[in-house]
């Protein structure tokens, strides 16, 4: 893993470095402020890949974790505002969940940055998209995630 | 690409080009030939609007000749289309679970200028559907009878409102109210806007309208059961069938019914809350007690007497925003309808008693009702005075009521004297509108109110409960009707179903890994997951009737024993493992 790790951050791979970003978004609300910045054409970069989940409240460590070990440079988990959530607290608890996987992050060596959470209403389509500018502006900073795809 | 597949399936991937929404972006012709590639697909085919009658017809034909085991359609939204794209797919035989929609539309085709860059994500999201579609199960929904009756909680105008229109249309209703006498907070004012007539001018045609008739065609329909003076203590049960239990005068009643309606109204903001306004004082009244003694004067003639000596007043000043839109000591929500009946009340004065000064002290008149325009100018044109300012402070001084306040237009402080001061209280949310949230799962805003739901979704989404007038927030009396025949029309649609059915996306148990635990009963808001003794183990069990699926439990299981069906952990990692392989190809 080191030799990859060496050859990840070495040459001119640093300057291409496209990132590659999960985001796991809710379907009631923050799923359809990705929609809604679709029919508005709010840009943002294409290495975002969304995947859908009924509620945030569904979203394991596990599944953070694996997209990392996977390959992903940033995991980005989406929900409905936070006393919003359609089913009452599912976004509370995957607050909660966030927290403590970018502690795992942080321990690891990852950096807890590579993670983040973000509530949304349906209508925050603009907001939708600079979050996830903002976001893989962050990610490129970081680099690299150094497990790199392993598998 | 390796994929975690156990046995081969066979899928059928359906691309739509959307009549070049999606091609003008996205290179089709190297879709295709990436999508022949991934693993299980048999079948590529391109369509110009699968949403389309056209478009499902050739899908169910399609998958009707090709048995597929899973359908990928990489097109539009599933949020817009997909139980219509689906509903092609199901029409060719295939379980609707066995659907995935691969959305190339908004969130890849329509965000990404660069052709090449869309091409690519879309190879991306369609790798991630079609490794997902390989691991997709066929699930039943789980059918549920609808029991053929309503509670309604409640009986003020929406409540009787929606119990009469349920009843009409042919269905038990037990009508529940607190107090020992329908009507509610309507039946208490003596005039309503816009007709600045009898309090309840919505509900009947003015001509006709005398206030029993209404409660007594309530008490009088065979299909309502009145229970007055009850209050329903216990709800249980889901969506189509819960059992109730009531305290009656007659001791505890045991109902079930198919559908709930909550009319359980708001309560008005006590005054003596704040300090500064001496509500303490007789001749300091809120706008509810003005209205007692207008109604009292109705019916016993007489006159508008102060309450401190029997004077009738020369001088009245209404203060509006009483405990409402105030973060600090009251409410920081507007109560819609002070604006509107202060200004009836300051004209019903005026008309009868013209030398008396009326005043009313406002922040900004809110009216946001076809005709306020009109009744305001009236008002104007009576000579009712209007003050802009918030009036500081309210006291005695020799006897009399002072005001302290504030002329903004004028740029003028003021201490006037006042013969009666009528506050104009606002609705706040009612404490047991709370509990009976709670009890239901029913989400409150920020203010306490029950929180309005999406109109947009179906009366089984809201699992047959239904709200309706002042417990979703304040409202005017007509409109508080509307809101009670919505709710009521809603109430009839899954009534007259008569049965209906429950997704099959919930959670279920691998009753070895179970160790009885408690978490996901823990974690369950909707009291769907709990734990059970079998085979003298504890383990989790389900009710698919109240499970919602949103997942919260799995989450939440350290031993991965409770997961959720068309969500599972085999359903979701192969989906993020394929999207992010992709990429590594291209890379490498
Ligand atoms: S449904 Fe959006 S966070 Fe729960």
Redesign the interface.
């Known amino acids: 893993m080191i030799l990859m790790l060496l050859r990840r951050l070495g040459g001119g791979r640093l300057t291409e470095f496209e990132p590659k970003i999960i985001a796991f978004s809710c379907n009631w609300c923050s799923y359809t402020s990705a929609d809604l910045a679709g029919i508005n054409r709010y840009k943002y970069p294409s290495c975002v890949n969304i995947i859908r989940f009924m509620c945030s409240g569904r979203i394991e460590p596990e599944f953070i974790m694996k997209a990392f070990e996977y390959g992903a440079d940033g995991v980005m988990v989406t929900g409905c505002k936070l006393d919003d959530c359609h089913y009452i607290s599912g976004n509370l608890r995957a607050k909660e969940r966030i927290e403590t996987t970018q502690q795992i992050l942080d321990m690891l060596g990852l950096g807890s940055g590579r993670l983040r959470g973000e509530w949304l209403s349906a209508s925050e389509a603009e907001k939708f998209a600079q979050t996830m500018n903002e976001f893989v502006e962050q990610i490129k900073a970081l680099g690299p995630n150094p497990l790199g795809s392993s598998k | 690409m390796v994929l975690d597949q156990k046995k081969e399936k066979k899928v059928g991937l359906f691309i739509c080009s959307c009549y070049d929404n999606i091609t003008d972006k996205i290179d089709f012709d190297e879709i295709i030939k990436f999508a022949e590639a991934l693993p299980g697909v048999e079948v590529v085919k391109k369509h110009d609007s699968l949403c389309s009658v056209s478009g499902q017809k050739f899908l169910s034909e399609e998958c009707e000749k090709e048995n597929f085991d899973a359908v990928v359609v990489a097109a539009c939204?599933?949020?817009?289309y997909e139980s219509t794209i689906g509903g092609g797919v199901v029409e060719g035989g295939l379980n609707k679970y066995q659907y995935e929609q691969a959305?190339i539309?908004?969130?890849?085709?329509?965000?990404?200028?660069?052709k090449n860059?869309?091409t690519?994500?879309a190879k991306?999201?369609i790798a991630?559907s079609v490794a997902r579609a390989n691991t997709l199960e066929a699930l039943e929904d789980t059918k549920v009878d609808i029991i053929p009756s309503t509670l309604v909680i409640g009986g003020g105008v929406a409540g009787m409102q929606a119990a009469l229109d349920i009843a009409n249309a042919g269905y038990q209703v037990y009508l529940v109210e607190k107090t020992e006498k329908l009507g509610g907070r309507a039946y208490e004012l003596s005039m309503t806007f816009p007709t600045h007539n009898c309090g309840i001018c919505c509900i009947q045609s003015c001509k006709s309208c005398v206030l029993t008739p209404k409660i007594e065609d309530v008490n009088q329909h065979d299909k309502i059961e009145v229970l007055l003076s009850s209050e329903v203590t216990e709800i249980t049960g889901g969506l189509g069938n819960r059992h109730v239990k009531i305290k009656t005068p007659d001791g505890e009643k045991e109902i079930d019914v198919g559908t709930i309606i909550i009319a359980t109204g708001s309560q008005i903001f006590d005054p003596s809350k704040l300090k500064e306004y001496s509500y303490d004082h007789k001749n300091v009244i809120s706008t509810i007690e003005l209205e007692r003694m207008i109604m009292a004067q109705r019916d016993k003639g007489g006159k508008l007497h102060r309450p401190s000596d029997g004077k009738i007043p020369k001088t009245v000043n209404f203060i509006q925003c009483v405990g409402s839109r105030d973060a600090n000591k009251g409410n920081p929500h507007c109560s819609l309808v002070c604006c509107t009946y202060a200004i009836g009340q300051a004209m019903e004065i005026k008309k009868r008693y013209p030398g008396t000064e009326v005043y009313i002290h406002y922040m900004d008149l809110r009216g946001p009702y076809r005709g306020f325009e009109e009744f305001y100018e009236e008002a104007k044109a009576a000579g009712v005075n209007f003050v802009r300012g918030r009036v500081g402070e309210i006291f005695e001084k020799e006897g009399k009521v002072i005001l302290r306040c504030e002329d903004v237009d004028a740029g003028t402080p003021l201490e006037i004297e006042s013969d009666l001061v009528v506050l104009s209280v606002g609705q706040e949310a009612r404490d047991a509108t709370t509990k009976l949230a709670e009890t239901l799962?029913l989400?409150l805003d920020?203010d306490g109110f029950i929180?309005y739901m999406n109109p947009m979704l179906t009366p089984e989404e809201r699992r047959g409960i239904f709200i309706a007038g002042c417990a979703q927030g304040p409202k005017g009396i007509r409109y508080s009707i509307e809101d009670a025949r919505l709710s009521a029309s809603n109430a009839i649609k899954l009534l007259q179903k008569g049965s209906t059915y429950i997704g099959g996306?919930v959670a279920v148990v691998d009753e070895e890994m179970c160790v009885g635990c408690g978490k996901c009963a823990e974690?369950c808001?909707?009291n769907a997951a709990v734990i059970v003794v079998k085979d003298g183990r504890k383990v989790s069990h389900v009710d698919p009737i109240l499970c919602?699926?949103?997942?919260?439990c799995?989450?939440?299981c350290c031993n991965k024993a409770i997961s959720?069906r068309h969500?599972k952990?085999e359903q979701?990692?192969p989906?993020?493992?394929a999207?992010?392989?992709y990429?590594?190809e291209v890379e490498g």
């Not at chain 2, 939204?77 to 817009?80: H, L």
């Open positions: 939204t599933p949020k817009i959305n539309r908004e969130q890849c085709a329509w965000i990404h200028e660069d860059e869309a690519q994500k991306r999201i991630g799962h989400p920020i929180k996306g974690n808001e909707f919602q699926g949103d997942g919260k799995s989450a939440g959720i969500f952990r979701i990692l989906m993020i493992k999207i992010l392989e990429k590594m």
